[in-house]
């Protein structure tokens, strides 16, 4: 089987330096501009990887608990336990919601907006 997550090593070798060393003052604003737009594209299909993936995390991974998914998550991404734990509700009908899911996959919808 193919590792579907080998291509974030790549992205996650060359993105990770590219915003540790940006200085926005190199910057003119319609460049800074067209750089704000395509960082919110990756933003975007980021986070609905990361909705749909988080659908799968059960407590064998996070272990038992009330809001263990939602803390394990919170840990993870930054995120407060509420919105983690509201990210979580989301998964659980993503599902159910066709429109919602492909939105989330093209990059149409942010996690907020789902």
Do not use: H, Y
Not at 5 to 15: I, K, M, Q
Not at 16 to 41: I, T
Not at 62 to 82: D, H, I, P
Not at 84 to 112: F, H, N, P
């Amino acid at each position: 089987m193919t590792d579907v997550f080998a291509p974030l090593d790549e992205v996650e070798s060359t993105f990770e330096p590219c915003c540790r060393d940006l200085d926005p003052r190199a910057f003119d604003p319609a460049a800074a501009a067209s750089g704000v737009e395509r960082l919110a594209r990756v933003e975007k299909w980021a986070a609905g990887a990361r909705l749909r993936l988080a659908e799968q995390i059960d407590e064998s991974v996070v272990g038992e608990g009330e809001n263990s998914r939602a803390r394990w998550l919170a840990q993870r991404t930054g995120q407060s336990t509420r919105d983690a734990a509201r990210d979580l509700g989301i998964t659980d009908t993503l599902s159910q919601l066709d429109a919602t899911d492909a939105a989330l996959r093209s990059g149409e919808l942010s996690a907020d907006q789902a």
